[in-house]
Structure formats: C-alpha cells, structure tokens
C-alpha cells in the first residue's frame, strides 16, 4: 500500500527545488537563478492559495519562462535520477521553444510563494498572465481546425488540460458571459479568438448574455 | 523521495475523482508526447494486465481524443489488445461537476 499520487504534490516540487537549490550552492554559489512557472504548477499554486478551483489535477513539472543554463540542465537530471521521476520534472521548453517569453513577459505579474530557496527565485504567473497564455493555446487550435468545422482536427490539436485550465480561470476570473469575455484585456493579437467565443458560448462555458 | 511506483500501475483503492483526475493528468502527458525517448520507453514497457479497467480506460479515451490510438496500437504492441475501446461499466468521474467536454471519454463512461 501506497500513498503515492499519480503526479507531484507542490510540496513534492519544492522537494526538489530543493535539492536543486543545494546542487546549486554546492556547486555554482554565485548562481541565481530565476524560475518563472506558468502552467500547471503555477495553477496548482492558485489552487492552493486562492479561490481558483483546478478542474485539471496535478502537473508532472515546472514549465519555467526562464532560460535553464546547460550546468542546470545536468542538476535536473541528476535529481531526476535521484528521486525516479521524470527528467523534464523543471524545463524551459516554452521558453526556448515557443517565443512564449518575449511574447508574455510584458504582461504577466510574477507572484511570489512560500517556498523560498538560497540560490532559486521561483515565482508564480499571476491568474490573468496565465489566462492569456492557455487562450494562445486554445485559440491556435481553434484556429487552425476552423472551428466549427472540422471536429477531428480540433480533437487532435485542443489539448484538453489547456481546454480544463482555461475553465478554472474564467471561473475564477468571474467571467460568465460573452461580454466579460470580449472585456478579457488582450494585449496581443489572439488569432482565433472570435471562434474560441462562439467555442465557448457552443460547449456552455459562457452565457450569450 | 522514496522510490516512486509507475502511476499507471498505483493501487486505486480508495481514489476519488481528483486520484483519477491526476492520472489522467499523468497520462495525457505520457502519451501527447509519445514520441520523446523517455516517454517512448515508459509506454513500450507498460503491461495493460498490471492495470486497472480505469487506467485502460483513461489510455483509451486520450488516444480516441485525440485520433492516436491506431497509430499508437501500431507503434507499441503491447497497447493492440489493451480493450482500450471497452466502455466502463461503472461510471469514472474525474470532477464532482463534470463539464463532459470531450466525446471520447463520455464514450467510455469517463466523466471530465
């Protein structure tokens, strides 16, 4: 018997950000570095901390907007292998692969936490910065399947976590109908947005009025 | 952190909704991104015997989802005569308040 989760519980996280954080000070004390989670950690965050209820459970890592330096990378590995779970438990992957940083960075607030390290910085994206990056995801799928047509290639494209988390923040954010939606604060350009309204209004996440 | 079991292969005795939610969770990952070595290796080596209804079934309504799962079956053959298409009898609930977004899990009596 077991009291094992399917994924990380956010003490299991600071778990390693721990360790990661006395890798660090063993090894490259002059080191800080600066950890920006956005996604599922980020959520499970607010879930904790506020009101916000996740309707998708768990994370199986830290997605952070942060460049992870090569001698980071190795450290996370390491404590992977240490600890028997995955090795992307902390990667960069939005950061070196979808531009997300230069995009985002502006309009996000990064919130402090409770776990609080020597050598890492970790803060959390605020709600609306989370918001806006999950309706990039949702929209470019919208987008790219031509909802309402084309079902099958929606289906393949629209993660359902990004579908779930965008859910819980809307809910969260108090966003009920399809005027609070159009008022969502939009700073970039969200291709696809007018399909992911009419998404929203066809599945009931909001009311038409 | 002590030695960490498979998620698809925990004991489910005694899970509710958010156990199930988060192996969901778990498994969405797994297999969205099935063509990473390291999450390549970990489906090759899964054995659906040492699982639950449950988690074949959660396997099975990702891979519909998603229209992966004959390509996947192809891939791995240990995954061909999973049932992964056998609807649940008992209903799984992986919220209180299901949205029921998704047409694949309602198929298999998965409630999201």
């Known amino acids: 018997m077991t009291n094992q989760k399917p994924t990380l519980s956010l003490e299991e996280f600071a778990d390693l950000l721990g360790q990661l954080d006395r890798f660090i000070g063993a090894h490259n004390p002059e080191l800080n570095l600066e950890v920006r989670a956005i996604g599922g950690f980020s959520l ?111 289906a393949a494209e629209l993660r359902t976590q990004d579908v779930m988390d965008t859910v819980s923040l809307l809910r969260f954010l108090g966003i009920e109908t399809v005027a609070d939606l159009e008022a969502f604060p939009r700073p970039v350009e969200i291709l696809g947005f007018d399909r992911f309204v009419r998404y929203a209004v066809d599945q009931g996440l909001v009311r038409e009025r | 952190m002590a030695k960490r079991i498979p998620p698809h292969y925990l004991d489910q005795h005694g899970w509710g909704p958010d156990e199930f939610n988060s192996l969901n969770a778990y498994l969405n990952r797994l297999f969205l991104y099935e063509s990473d070595p390291e999450k390549s290796r970990v489906i090759a080596q899964m054995d659906p015997s040492r699982m639950s209804r449950e988690t074949i079934a959660l396997i099975g309504a990702i891979l519909t989802q998603y229209g992966k799962r004959q390509a996947v079956q192809e891939k791995y053959p240990n995954l061909r005569y999973a049932g992964l298409t056998v609807p649940l009898e008992i209903p799984l609930y992986l919220n209180e308040q299901p949205l029921d977004l998704f047409p694949a899990y309602r198929e298999l009596n998965i409630h999201y």
Not at chain 1, 45 to 51: A, C, E, F, V
Not at chain 1, 54 to 72: F, Y
Not at chain 1, 108 to 116: A, F, H, K, Q, S
Request: hydrophobic share 40%.
């Open chain 1, 44 to 154: 499970m965050y607010h879930d904790k901390q506020t009101s916000l209820v996740l309707l998708r459970k768990g994370s199986s890592d830290i997605d952070t907007l942060t460049h992870l330096p090569q001698s980071v990378a190795t450290m996370v590995d390491i404590i992977a292998t240490n600890n028997d779970v995955n090795s992307d438990w902390l990667n960069d992957c939005w950061y070196a692969n979808h531009n997300f940083e230069e995009e985002f960075e502006p309009y996000i607030t990064w919130e402090p936490t409770e776990y609080t390290f020597k050598h890492i910085d970790l803060k959390v994206a605020n709600p609306k910065g989370i918001l806006l990056m999950k309706l990039r995801a949702v929209c470019d799928a919208l987008e790219f399947a031509g909802y309402p047509d084309n079902p099958e290639v929606l």
